[in-house]
């Protein structure tokens, strides 16, 4: 609670403004901000092991420097929140981590200790339009190398981020990182004479459908064309019927091994000096996973991987989850992609002139928990709510905040109600708060020194059937009076089950 | 790294934007993030002890719900930063975490729990002007209890704030929280004849002053008015000579202790029902605050404290820091306010119409953790970099991998040196990263199964000559060449110094 700036608005006496949220924008709560906590210090400490330093930029980037005005606009884009500053200029909400990265980078390049790897979280913001599921701020993190070409540094940053996601929760074998190089079909396609831009770009978007499509639908497109269900025609790339065949052969080259796929490669790729280069990168991609440890089920090539069209300019990389759930219908439903990113050379370049090499790695937080919760994995554990002690006598309250503060000297979250109510909504008030137990002190326990304890814990577990035999009764009473200097004790029992 | 929306984008060949934080803007780095980490997590643990659950709203809300409409005005005022939303809805950055909060609560009153207790941290942000030390995002950290009158709901926020800061590194002694309630004061006007809400307001403003404008200013403030030394005439509140003394009675009625403290209270304000209830109100937050365990030295009454102008209802709270530090010229600077709070009614009522009693403290995160660090108590302990593996030869890098692995999985921040630059840069980069040693493998060490390891450490404190002693020296050998086997225990014994 501050002193607000409104203190000098005079009062709307009738005016009653509707309590919402501005639409795509969420109210988190304790479960759903333990989950994010969780994952984000377990994957800092990762981080910070790697020897990655700890970076955050204000909420607002410049206009310009992020990029976002369309040429003849006077405004910038629909995808980012702007306003315009006093002094006239634009300024926009950051739509990811990495475009004030790359300005700060710009900003700082002759002090920053260099290579520059820094790691990062928080909130951004998309100015897209909300649906179920889909928010307009969400947390991400990211992991960037910036001034390093050497294939190591991508190394790094995937077995970091391999290492990130089993820290945060997931069990190897729940995800895993496939990694491709845009070098190798660019040389693939220079060599087959489609060296256009346009036409790279076309064939990109048409591997990226193969999820999707299938190998015959990529073969269209990559073709003439592809005439859908509906009787929409896509214009194809327009490659001849021997380039076609060397991107599919290409696209299909991922075997189970890295070092497997790398030798189908060579095998399909061979003729240009830019797939060599991407060839030999992977290599050393490969050989670097292998010293740090990085084995074929956590990381492996997959040469189908495409994310982003004209952003990255060699490799890429992609966190799949493996994990699924069902669906109401009980249907199966994969998680897919969770992040990714690769090599981008031109961000810094864009305030400087000058390229300078980097790689980088994001994840979304946000959908990493769900992800994490859906399959039965609560990030940071189940949340537990306070001890309550209930009130009944303002005249005894010294005693029920004595007895709280035994409990949170012993660690224990506890609270007197402190609401007027009486004893039933006091009880209900506990359930809702999930707490494990309730602490009673009436006259007569006050008297004698006493407290009577009510476990909740035992209470939830016999209704849900988990607990109905006499012996685990017995263990359980559902409610005890002791000792004052037994209450620790007690309650601790509780909470440990 | 994450695709960008601006991919479909033109490139723009020419324009080179200027790499530049937008005003008042701060890019925080390692350090500063590590103590923002340390000061909220050991906040957080505190109040989540005390049964506060963790909630955080988005960055924005609507304009009306922040009551940031002035009347006649078609756009939200100065204070905050405003956009209009494609459906013409006007939303507005949160400028506190209050605001946020009476819009949930009244929003979602039928299923919280209640009394309501939650507390948050996260960036806010003010559109105003810019300057030194004056930014226009910083974090917050506020407790809240929505719907709870009792005076014990204060006492429990107060004894939380006490609590808090000393987790957050401010020992026993270096910060008080000073507690008064807004009713006594208005009794004591009321009393007197003195009860229009523009005369109580100026009796607040001039009461506000006694720190800089003593107690001779302050009297003329309450009276017919002063004329300060520029020759500016500041009218007075306009009250009587023997209301002026009441007031400054009033004023002056704090005493060491807070049972002495209402003593004194009693006889000053007797005869208004307002200040009667006041009176009764901090009787039973002291009684509280006893069986809660906190002291007179850590919370005391303090009838000249007014925080905020028309904002607060009943107790309001402020939290000070006694620590000092001195500046360039050997000045003593106090830091003074570092928080505050209080007892607010009418924020949830805005929404809904019915009175909600609601009491919080706020403090600011970023001010606490720039105080800590003048009194020298860096918070969350000094930043230490990673160990750096120099690179000699790509053909080792399979070895140098090898040594960062064992480093990191024996829980030791570290890293292979990842640009191209000769040795003597590298060992420079490892001195700016702040590593406490370089590892080096040349091809005799790799064939010999040695590490050689370079105490950086030892070097920085005989530079600052805190090491210069033989015994010393021999201890802490600058260099060393040992078994790969004995790296991590070498290494933990030059972090541990």
Chains 1, 2 share one sequence.
């Not at 994010?36 to 204000?58: M, N, P, Q």
């Not at 496939?178 to 693939?188: H, S, T, V």
């Not at 190998?215 to 194809?236: A, I, M, Q, W």
């Amino acid at each position: 609670m501050t002193s607000s700036p409104a203190d000098d608005t005079p009062a709307e006496e009738t005016f009653r403004p509707e309590a919402r949220a501005p639409r795509g924008f969420a109210d988190k709560r304790a479960r759903d901000l333990r989950a994010e906590r969780a994952i984000l210090e377990a994957v800092s400490a990762v981080y910070e092991r790697y020897g990655f330093e700890a970076l955050d930029t204000g909420a607002f980037e410049y206009a310009d420097a992020l990029g976002k005005f369309l040429p003849d606009s006077d405004r910038p884009n629909e995808g980012v929140f702007a306003l315009q500053d006093d002094d006239d200029q634009w300024m926009a909400l950051r739509y990811d981590l990495t475009a004030p990265l790359a300005r700060f980078a710009a900003q700082n390049w002759e002090t920053l200790p260099k290579p520059f790897r820094r790691y990062a979280f928080g909130p951004v913001w998309r100015n897209e339009k909300p649906g179920p599921g889909r928010f307009r701020q969400f947390i991400q993190c990211d992991a960037d190398t910036v001034g390093s070409a050497r294939p190591e540094a991508d190394a790094e940053i995937i077995a970091m981020a391999v290492e990130g996601l089993e820290a945060a929760g997931l069990p190897r074998g729940a995800a895993v990182l496939k990694i491709n190089n845009r070098k190798l079909l660019n040389g693939l396609l220079t060599a087959a004479g489609a060296d256009s831009a346009g036409q790279k770009l076309a064939v990109l978007r048409a591997v990226d459908k193969l999820d999707r499509l299938g190998v015959e639908g990529v073969r269209l497109l990559l073709g003439e064309g592809r005439l859908d269900e509906s009787g929409d025609f896509t214009k194809g790339a327009g490659l001849k019927g021997k380039a076609v065949d060397q991107v599919l052969d290409f696209v299909a080259a991922g075997a189970g091994g890295r070092a497997a796929t790398l030798d189908n490669i060579a095998k399909v790729i061979g003729g240009s000096a830019e797939g060599d280069e991407g060839l030999l990168e992977l290599s050393r991609i490969d050989a670097a996973l292998t010293s740090l440890g990085i084995a074929d089920d956590q990381a492996f090539i997959d040469p189908s991987i495409v994310r982003g069209l004209e952003y990255y300019t060699g490799a890429v990389f992609e966190a799949e989850l493996l994990l699924s759930t069902t669906d109401e219908k009980g249907n199966k439903v994969s998680f897919g992609s969770i992040g990714g990113g690769g090599r981008y050379d031109d961000l810094v370049a864009r305030f400087t002139g000058t390229a300078t090499p980097a790689t980088g790695f994001s994840f979304g937080v946000t959908r990493l928990a769900a992800a994490l919760r859906a399959a039965g994995r609560e990030p940071g554990g189940a949340a537990r709510g306070p001890v309550v002690v209930i009130t009944f006598d303002q005249a005894h309250m010294g005693e029920y905040f004595s007895v709280v503060g035994q409990l949170r000297a012993a660690g224990i979250a506890a609270e007197v109600y402190l609401g007027t109510s009486g004893m039933k909504p006091q009880m209900k008030y506990a359930d809702r708060r999930g707490a494990p137990a309730v602490v009673m002190l009436g006259g007569d326990e006050i008297a004698a020194g006493t407290v009577t304890i009510k476990d909740l814990d035992a209470g939830r577990m016999a209704a849900q059937g988990l607990a109905d035999n006499a012996a685990w009764k017995a263990e359980r009473p559902g409610q005890q009076t002791v000792a004052r200097d037994q209450l620790v004790g007690v309650v601790r029992k509780i909470i440990e089950g």
